[in-house]
């Protein structure tokens, strides 16, 4: 906007002074729209300064302005003022209003939704600074459940809308964000539906699916073959390229929508990558184990990238614990990663990343704050803790998984006693399935505890290792039976396989540990 007037002719103290060369200083008040003409800035303090030139007083000049916020009106006021400074009397010397411009696909996005909670939540991810009054929220087809307040967002911001909650604390332009960082709102409607559903955001005033209209969509379902959500809905979204291209719902078919929503259990979301990435299409979906609300979602890792490198399971008191190594060359954010003990989840990491060559260790059994700022006590590497109260000696599979549950590495074994739990059978299938061990499909103990790193010579002073390349071609051969620990560091190369072990010159010390000469 253009903002054109006369320069005044400056008056001090009731004198009114010759044409003279004056500094001209012309601030910006801003205002809602709904405020009254009469509250504008009518002295030199406050306000924001937008234009500071000389003039000759009683000439004309002007400015242009940009960068508007949406729904706003500005008024302008002119002062002169000397070398002292003296201030003249204040003008008002031109108002306008800036237009807002309607929201478009792309500039916001359901970014994360948590569907299987008392009080379920969709957070967005705002991508352009917009004012975003009047969004529209509808799911299963039906109605709109939520209308924005004036949210004027920045990008980068989070708005997360809380169902089954009062609409009186939303959180709006007027009382800004709370102290958490982002910005809650809230609906009457009781939830999402769990099972199959659509989600949807429109433009201010729209209802139909439409390309310019229908600003960003998620579509989810059971994977029973049967989409029970609003099918129209749901295949009006593909002409408008709002979801994968040639997906069909039906009676008899919802494997074009994000499955499986039966994985996703309390305390889980489905989200997009860390980055946000938006195709439009169920590929950009994961199920995390660990919700994200007002936040970026978890760092997908890369599977192999940090390998469980060395395992110590039948210490004394339960204070096992389980040593991991970053042989990937790169650093690498674990913060939401889960460690499980055959299908049950002992550790998910706090936000930490892990150096190029980096060993860490997660200790069992010991209610102690992660070692995130500094190695705490002073042993070489940072120690993470877990208060599980230990690692099961006989059969076992260790598993660690990114945010996404996807996994990363696997190390199973067994003490050959003829014996193989349902859980055991489980894990082991999830980590064959996945290609991070070799071995057969429900095999059973008469098969998989073979096809399992041997741990029946196992005892409180060894542990089972890789050798010092931390070599991984994800079987049992990768794995040692180590005669002597080495947590948070190269482990110390045998010759034998596991099964066998072998003494290497050392000098034992009184705590147990070993000098190597």
């Not at 500039?107 to 969709?122: C, G, P, Q, R, S």
Request: aromatic share 10%.
């Amino acid at each position: 906007m253009q903002v054109r007037g006369m320069i005044p002719a400056v008056n001090w103290r009731g004198k009114l002074l010759p044409i003279l060369v004056v500094v001209i200083l012309i601030f910006d008040v801003a205002l809602p729209l709904a405020s009254a003409h009469g509250t504008y800035r009518t002295s030199e303090m406050g306000g924001s300064l937008v234009c500071d030139t000389t003039a000759l007083g009683g000439s004309s000049d002007s400015f242009t302005q940009t960068g508007f916020t949406n729904g706003t009106r500005h008024y302008y006021i002119t002062f002169a003022n000397d070398a002292v400074p003296r201030y003249s009397s204040a003008v008002a010397s031109a108002q306008g209003s800036a237009t807002p411009a309607a929201v478009a696909p792309g500039d916001i996005l359901i970014n994360e939704v948590a569907f299987k909670e008392d009080n379920d939540w969709i957070e967005f991810y705002v991508l352009k600074a917009a004012n975003y009054e009047g969004l529209t929220i509808y799911h299963k087809g039906g109605s709109g459940v939520k209308e924005f307040p004036k949210i004027t967002a920045s990008a980068g911001d989070y708005i997360v809308s809380h169902f089954d909650g009062d609409p009186a604390n939303d959180e709006n332009a007027a009382t800004r964000k709370g102290s958490n960082g982002y910005w809650d709102i809230y609906t009457g409607d009781t939830g999402l539906t769990g099972t199959d559903n659509v989600v949807r955001i429109q433009r201010v005033g729209t209802e139909s699916v439409r390309e310019a209209d229908t600003i960003d969509a998620v579509i989810w379902s059971d994977n029973s073959a049967k989409f029970t959500a609003s099918q129209a809905v749901a295949n009006a979204l593909v002409a408008p390229g709002h979801w994968d291209a040639g997906a069909v719902f039906s009676g008899i078919r919802d494997s074009d929508a994000w499955t499986d929503s039966d994985d996703v259990k309390a305390g889980k979301s489905i989200g997009r990558d860390a980055s946000s990435t938006d195709t439009n299409g169920k590929t950009d979906w994961y199920v995390f184990t660990s919700q994200s609300p007002g936040e970026a979602n978890p760092t997908l890792g890369v599977p192999g990238s940090v390998l469980i490198n060395e395992v110590a399971p039948s210490e004394t008191g339960g204070y096992d614990w389980i040593e991991f190594y970053n042989g990937s060359g790169s650093s690498v954010d674990i913060q939401y990663w889960v460690v499980e003990e055959q299908t049950t989840g002992i550790k998910t990491f706090s936000s930490y990343f892990m150096a190029p060559g980096e060993y860490v260790v997660l200790n069992l059994n010991r209610d102690l704050p992660d070692e995130i700022m500094s190695d705490v006590n002073g042993n070489g590497h940072r120690d993470f803790y877990s208060d599980d109260e230990g690692l099961t000696r006989t059969d076992n599979a260790i598993i660690l998984e990114d945010g996404a549950s996807t996994i990363i590495h696997a190390l199973a074994f067994a003490n050959n006693d003829g014996t193989w739990a349902s859980d055991q059978q489980t894990a082991f299938n999830n980590t064959v399935n996945a290609g991070h061990w070799e071995g057969t499909l429900d095999g059973g103990a008469g098969v998989n505890e073979a096809e399992s790193a041997d741990w029946s010579q196992g005892d409180e002073s060894r542990s089972l290792g890789r050798d010092s390349a931390s070599a991984d071609t994800n079987r049992k051969a990768d794995w040692y039976l180590l005669d002597y620990q080495s947590p948070g560091e190269v482990n110390r190369f045998v010759s034998a396989r596991v099964g066998t072990h072998v003494q290497l010159p050392c000098i034992r010390n009184d705590d147990g540990w070993s000098t190597w000469i």
